[in-house]
Every structure is written in structure tokens, then in C-alpha cells.
Nanobody
Framework: QVQLVESGGGLVQAGGSLRLSCAAS????????MGWFRQAPGKGREFVAR????????NYADSVKGRFTISRDNAKNTVYLQMNSLKPEDTAVYYC???????????????WGQGTQVTVSS
């Protein structure tokens, strides 16, 4: 069983940056898809970005394209989400997840972290 622990969330002003980390343990995740999702109050869980294991191919939601960058360090069994030019609408709990198939739906990812809060003030 893989465990995921997110960190790096916090309060930031609009236009600022944050870097989220997701450390995996219990299993090497280098060959699996890693995804970031977010959930704002009263809303469903929303796809943010993903990165494949084999070639590191990335995919982003339109709402974050050009501002967020997903990356992974397989030696550290860790995936990152660099978030720049943050907007108040980026405020949410951010979750990382491990998937065994390439997809953008929460149901594509069987293992999840506990989440980290990101709050962007205007």
C-alpha cells in the first residue's frame, strides 16, 4: 500500500507562488501516473495536472495551464506542483494521487494523500 503526504500549502497573496510536494512511501511510484487535484468548498474534486511515469509526459487543466508546473523526482519518490501567478480562485485543498492508468478523473486514481490547504488572498 502506498502512502502519500502533501506539504507546502499556505496563505499567499494573489500573484504569488507556492510549491507543493507529495512524498510517497510504501511503494516506488516512479512508473505510475501522479496527479494533482483540488477541491474548493462546496465543489467537487477537480483535476489540476498529471505526469506519467515512463516519459514524464504532462497534462494540465486549462485553468492552470501556463501558471502551474508538475514535475517528479523519482530518486526521492516525490512529485511537485509549482504554482505561479496564483489567483483567489486557486484557493482549495490540493491533493496528490497515484494512478495506474492515464486519466484526469478522480476515479482513475486509487491512492490519495490527505491534502494541503492553499489560500490565495486578493
Amino acid at each position: 500500500q502506498v502512502q502519500l503526504v502533501e506539504s507546502g500549502g499556505g496563505l499567499v497573496q494573489a500573484g504569488g507562488s507556492l510549491r507543493l510536494s507529495c512524498a510517497a512511501s510504501g511503494r516506488t511510484v516512479s512508473s505510475y501516473v501522479m496527479g494533482w487535484f483540488r477541491q474548493a468548498p462546496g465543489k467537487g474534486r477537480e483535476f489540476v495536472a498529471r505526469i506519467t511515469g515512463s516519459y514524464g509526459t504532462t497534462n494540465y487543466a486549462d485553468s492552470v495551464k501556463g501558471r502551474f508546473t508538475i514535475s517528479r523526482d523519482n530518486a526521492k519518490n516525490t512529485v511537485y506542483l509549482q504554482m505561479n501567478s496564483l489567483k483567489p480562485e486557486d484557493t482549495a485543498v490540493y491533493y496528490c494521487a497515484v494512478g495506474f492508468t492515464i486519466g484526469n478523473m478522480p476515479s482513475d486514481y486509487p491512492h490519495w494523500g490527505q491534502g494541503t490547504q492553499v489560500t490565495v488572498s486578493s
